[in-house]
T-cell receptor, first 122, second 113 residues
Framework: EVQLLESGGGLVQPGGSLSLSCAAS????????MNWVRQAPGKGLEWVSG????????YYADSVKGRFSISRDNSKNTLYLQMNNLRVDDTAMYYC???????????????WGQGTLITVSS | DIVMTQSPDSLAVSLGERATINCKSS????????????LAWYQQKPGQTPNLLIY???TRESGVPDRFSGSGSGTDFTLTISSLQAEDVAVYYC?????????FGGGTRVEIK
């Protein structure tokens, strides 16, 4: 059974930093590209960042480019998101999301974690 | 960036009736060499994570009831629920995965009339 378990969420002040992790299990992690997708309270889905199977290629939404950094450790089956210079409008549930086609980075999301809530507030 | 525009924002349909949701992309998401549309539909029920319904614009994900169907090509797409059931109450999103940044439509809320 595919499982994605996020951790690292919480309350942070504007300008602060936070690091998210996503522990993957139930599939060969190194065969799939991965993404972070967020959802602000009561709002729609917003793709944040994606990473290729090897980690050599990374992609970002304009809204987080230069502030967030995605990475992965295939030996630990773990995806990461380092978030710096956080803003109030970064407040959202952050989902770890698997790209649903092996190897392909641009693919629909076939599995989602339960999410971790980030609240940016003073 | 490819902008995805859904319509309507919400709709109320009687049980057993058809629900139709539209999605328009600001540029074509048809990869002509593959003849595939890089378009997916998701369902998000209240309090739950999104669930993949349709990919390649018209291919149902495993386990998705056949009352859900996707159609369209290029820039115009439709999700149809042929006979609305109570458990279909949800917000539905389209998404293009043709290129990064991957982008979602704003969502369509489906309710029972």
């Amino acid at each position: 059974e595919v499982q994605l378990l996020e951790s690292g969420g919480g309350l942070v002040q504007p300008g602060g930093s936070l690091s998210l992790s996503c522990a993957a299990s139930g599939f060969t992690f190194s065969d799939y590209a991965m993404n972070w997708v967020r959802q602000a309270p009561g709002k729609g889905l917003e793709w944040v960042s994606g990473i290729s199977v090897s980690g050599s290629s990374t992609y970002y939404a304009d809204s987080v480019k230069g502030r967030f950094s995605i990475s992965r450790d295939n030996s630990k089956n773990t995806l990461y998101l380092q978030m710096n210079n956080l803003r109030v409008d970064d407040t959202a549930m952050y989902y770890c999301a698997r790209a649903g086609i092996e190897v392909i980075t641009t693919a629909p999301v076939d599995y989602w974690g339960q999410g971790t809530l980030i609240t940016v507030s003073s | 960036d490819i902008v995805m525009t859904q319509s309507p924002d919400s709709l109320a349909v009687s049980l057993g009736e058809r629900a139709t949701i539209n999605c328009k992309s600001s540029q074509s998401v048809l990869y002509s060499s593959h003849n595939k549309n890089y378009l997916a539909w998701y369902q998000q029920k209240p309090g739950q994570t999104p669930n993949l319904l349709i990919y390649w614009a018209s291919t149902r994900e495993s386990g998705v009831p056949d009352r859900f169907s996707g159609s369209g090509s290029g820039t115009d797409f439709t999700l149809t629920i042929s006979s609305l059931q109570a458990e279909d109450v949800a917000v539905y999103y389209c998404q293009q995965y043709y290129t990064t940044p991957l982008t979602f439509g704003g969502g369509t809320r489906v309710e029972i009339k």
